[in-house]
């Protein structure tokens, strides 16, 4: 009797294999792609008031297949692991479609209307899956995020050494601007873009023709030191997501070249300088040979004679 636990690892193998085969092919990522854009087309239909009451029921069926067809989805890519379920979680975008799909069947985020239309939404995004640049984007944005906390605090304290200094200087001439704390702040912000720049100098030049040197080292820091130190981070960070999404080419290990393959220019050269060397000593030792006395060639062999008779 054959034992059922022998046949698992064997049934485990033949799913995984046949749900790989699905998942792996074109036209699966091709529908699923299609999918994504549909639901992502029907949100949008559903945001006019009058389309969605008149066919709300129609649109509630859609959705329905829409679950239905991604809980599908995230089944065959699970059945694709079944010899390595672990192997399943590691990958985050596996994580990510997973919650995606599985928070639409608890039913206190059921109950909520706007969370289910965010969750709806977040369905969207699993089109970077099949688009490799949108995808290399959002990691270098998600690798690039503890560089952008770095550069909002910098950002931060140096708004708040300017606003301070506003404030000190022109709260008195120019409270609209710098009356307060928050409004030294509001005002550095949206100068920090350059939007109103030309006015606030002029502003500033009334009061005092010093404050030229106020708003020069501020949008020179501001504007230009910081947001080059941030388009830096954003950058390296393209670059570090990038090397992440190529395959990873491991060296192939030298291989022996075989006997009759052609040698490179110079070890050729060499070699044929060597033979020819070893074919002039072997010609000059025959002429010797043969200039030598008969004689001595006799006492030469001689003993050899004698050592092989006894």
């Known amino acids: 009797m054959t034992d059922p636990a022998a046949h698992t690892p064997r049934r485990r193998r033949a799913v995984a294999g046949r749900c790989r085969e699905i998942t792996e092919a074109r036209w699966f990522a091709a529908l699923v792609f299609c999918l994504i854009l549909a639901n992502a087309a029907v949100l949008g239909v559903e945001t ?17 297949s829409f679950l239905a067809a991604f809980t ?27 919650t995606v799909v599985l928070f639409a069947f608890l039913p206190f985020l059921r109950e909520n209307g706007t969370v289910l239309r965010l969750l709806r939404l977040a369905r969207v995004l699993r089109a970077a899956r099949f688009l490799p640049q949108l995808r290399v984007v959002l990691v270098a944005v998600g690798r690039s995020l503890p560089g952008t906390v770095s550069f909002l605090l910098v950002g931060g304290l140096l708004l708040y050494l300017y606003a301070m200094v506003g404030w ?25 873009t350059l939007d109103g720049l030309g006015d606030a100098v002029r502003a500033g030049l009334e009061i005092s023709r010093w404050s030229i040197l106020y708003y020069a080292s501020y949008v ?4 230009f030191v910081l947001v080059n130190v941030l388009i830096g981070v954003v950058i390296t960070s393209l670059d570090e997501a990038r090397s992440m999404e190529e395959p990873a080419e491991s060296p192939e290990p030298a291989r022996p070249a075989p006997a009759d393959a052609p040698l490179p220019n110079a070890d050729a050269i060499v070699l044929r300088e060597r033979v020819a060397a070893a074919r002039r000593a072997l010609d000059d030792l025959e002429r010797a040979l043969a200039a030598a006395p008969v ?5 030469a062999l001689a003993p050899a004679s004698r050592t092989r008779t006894d």
């Open 220 to 223: 020179l820091f501001a504007s």
């Open 48 to 64: 006019y008031s009058g389309l969605a009451e008149r066919w709300h029921l129609a649109l509630r069926t859609v959705e329905y």
């Open 72 to 98: 599908v989805e995230i089944l065959l890519r699970a059945g694709a692991h079944a010899e390595r379920p672990a192997a399943f979680f590691r990958d985050p975008w596996n994580l990510f479609d997973l």
């Open 295 to 299: 004689e001595h060639t006799a006492t």
């Open 168 to 192: 000190i200087c022109f709260s008195d001439s120019d409270p609209e601007h710098f009356g307060s704390l928050g409004r030294a702040i509001l005002t550095l912000f949206l100068l920090m």
